[in-house]
């Protein structure tokens, strides 16, 4: 009798034992993932200041400009603003990685600085042939405009994609014109890769874009005012 008591004591203290291994082990384990999971959380506060950093580096690197009193350069980010008129009239509203460069001219017989604004532009624009079935087209593209001391021109290409939200239309559009400074006009031919919407945009359109770039319109009047005094 006194046998079996002690066997079953042994083996309810092997039990516990046992059990007290596997919890502390337990623990371990749970301790080791707490560790991991603050570990990851740290990664990503990091990841997250480094891009804080990147952008805000990018943000002043696009901002910058170099002044002197011939010459004006710099590459903002600046407001984009559209009007055309195709099958139907449409706007347009977006963000331009504006380069823009001018300087004195270098024939004296030139009054004015000549100058060159160029970048690439992401935008979306709202066709208003039809408010029951409104049609919208998000876009990126390219674009350069240029005045120099004997002739001036405008173009650029844009990857379009015209959707009703139900249908869509895919196309490259080119474009052609005549700038005024920061207000181009020219004529766009749409190449379609998906007929869908097609009828109801159509090919030929004519196109006035508008770039709102406040701190080079105003170095490009400081260069022009330079000019002048140059002259006198």
């Known amino acids: 009798m006194k046998v079996l008591i002690d066997n079953k004591q ?7 034992l046992s059990a007290k291994i596997v919890s502390s082990t337990m623990t371990q384990f749970e301790a080791d993932d707490i560790k991991h999971i603050y570990e990851e959380d740290e990664l ?3 990841k997250i200041v480094i891009l804080l950093l990147g952008l805000l580096f990018c943000t002043s690197l696009y901002g910058q400009g170099r002044n002197d009193s011939t010459c004006y350069r710099s590459t903002r980010i600046v407001p984009r603003f559209g009007l055309n ?6 706007i347009e509203c977006g963000l331009f990685l504006n380069k823009f460069y001018t300087r004195f001219p270098k024939e004296p017989i030139v ?3 000549p100058y060159a604004s160029s970048g690439f532009y992401i935008s979306s624009e709202l066709c208003l042939k039809n408010f029951d079935k409104i049609i919208i087209a998000p ?11 004997t002739h001036g021109s405008f173009f650029g290409i844009e990857f379009i994609n015209y959707t009703n939200f139900e249908d869509y239309s895919p196309a490259l559009m080119l474009k052609i014109g005549i700038p ?3 207000l181009n006009i020219g004529y766009g031919y749409t190449m379609f890769f998906e007929n869908t919407l097609k009828e109801q945009i159509g090919k030929h359109r ?3 874009t508008y770039t709102l770039n406040r701190k080079a319109n105003k170095e ?4 022009q005012n330079n000019l002048k005094e140059r002259e006198k």
């Open 10 to 16: 042994r083996q309810f203290s092997e039990r516990y």
């Open 44 to 46: 990503k506060g990091m």
């Open 85 to 90: 008129v195709q099958k139907g009239y449409g």
């Open 111 to 113: 009054n004015f600085p």
């Open 139 to 149: 876009k990126i593209g390219w674009e350069l405009s240029v005045i120099g001391e």
């Open 180 to 182: 005024l400074m920061w």
């Open 206 to 208: 004519i196109t006035m």
């Open 220 to 223: 490009y009047k400081r260069i």
